[in-house]
């Protein structure tokens, strides 16, 4: 194969889905993953530096400014991309993550992956594909991404502003449903790595790690209070991030103190 053909090559989408599409074990979720974000122009570099708000942002379909001054490079994934990353983000980073920890990509310890490694994920994940691996494939990944994964505009469900309430029967296409329960899966994920984030209730430092769910959000006073952060999937991940920055993460019986304390 010359050299000009090798620089021209593209993977077949047979190719690309079964890079992209890993059986749900950790390891090869995380590494399809991986193969998503190197396709989508996020090099190792820059990889080992996502959050998991990140990956959650991607996944609804956000774009990302990367880089320190913000203006390095502008990231958005396409549609297999994001699949890619969801499926890592459900069912294999909570199999890596011993601890509670902001980072996106964990080792098999549950450490942060240092970006050494990660050109060897991409090669197992190559290998677990069946595809040739050469080295260098970054061209060979992006060039496929553009050609077989576009970047499409964000998903009209986001611009639905929010309903009063659930209609009793509601009438959605299934493809909206879809969408709408992915949605409400990652911003569940979100909720999650935030609550695990805080290590406890801030008042009396009860219900660490294990039972972080049992915690609460309390709007500060002082601060609207827009919506209740329990219906954050019907809400954009910025306006969930800004409710959150209103609030503390308490205990139930604490929030009741507090409550009380306010007078209400
Ligand atoms: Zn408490």
């Known amino acids: 194969m010359s050299t000009s053909t090798l620089a021209?090559?593209?993977?077949?989408?047979?190719?690309?889905?079964?890079?992209?599409r890993a059986p749900k074990r950790a390891i090869a979720?995380?590494?399809?993953?991986?193969?998503?974000?190197?396709?989508?122009?996020?090099?190792?570099?820059?990889?080992?530096?996502?959050?998991?708000?990140?990956?959650?942002?991607?996944?609804?379909?956000?774009?990302?400014?990367?880089?320190?001054?913000?203006?390095?490079?502008?990231?958005?994934?396409?549609?297999?991309?994001?699949?890619?990353?969801?499926?890592?983000?459900?069912?294999?980073?909570?199999?890596?993550?011993?601890?509670?920890?902001?980072?996106?990509?964990?080792?098999?310890?549950?450490?942060?992956?240092?970006?050494?490694?990660?050109?060897?994920a991409v090669q197992r994940a190559f290998e677990r594909a069946g595809i040739?691996?050469?080295?260098h494939v970054r061209g060979l990944l992006s060039r496929t991404l553009a050609e077989l994964d576009p970047v499409s505009p964000r998903p009209s469900s986001r611009r639905v502003p929010a309903a009063p309430a659930a209609p009793a029967v509601p009438v959605v296409p299934p493809r909206e449903s879809e969408k709408r329960e992915q949605k409400r899966a990652t911003m569940k994920a979100f909720i999650a790595a935030v609550k695990k984030a805080a290590r406890g209730?801030?008042?009396?430092g009860a219900h660490a790690a294990e039972s972080f769910s049992e915690l609460t959000f309390d709007h500060l006073p002082g601060h609207e209070k827009?919506?209740?952060?329990?219906?954050?999937?019907?809400?954009?991940?910025?306006?969930?991030?800004?409710?959150?920055?209103?609030?503390?993460?308490?205990?139930?019986?604490?929030?009741?103190?507090?409550?009380?304390?306010?007078?209400?």
């Open 8 to 20: 021209e090559r593209v993977l077949s989408p047979n190719e690309l889905d079964r890079l992209l």
């Open 29 to 120: 979720l995380r590494n399809a993953a991986i193969v998503a974000l190197y396709g989508s122009h996020v090099r190792p570099g820059a990889q080992r530096h996502l959050r998991v708000e990140h990956a959650v942002a991607l996944c609804a379909g956000e774009q990302l400014e990367l880089g320190p001054s913000g203006s390095d490079r502008t990231v958005l994934l396409g549609a297999r991309a994001r699949a890619a990353l969801r499926a890592y983000l459900e069912h294999g980073r909570p199999l890596l993550a011993k601890t509670e920890r902001p980072e996106l990509l964990l080792s098999p310890g549950g450490r942060p992956l240092k970006a050494c490694y990660m050109g060897r």
């Open 132 to 135: 040739p691996y050469a080295g």
């Open 201 to 204: 209730c801030k008042d009396c």
């Open 226 to 264: 827009r919506f209740n952060l329990a219906s954050a999937a019907q809400r954009s991940l910025e306006a969930v991030k800004a409710e959150i920055k209103k609030c503390e993460l308490v205990c139930v019986p604490c929030h009741r103190a507090r409550e009380k304390a306010r007078g209400r």
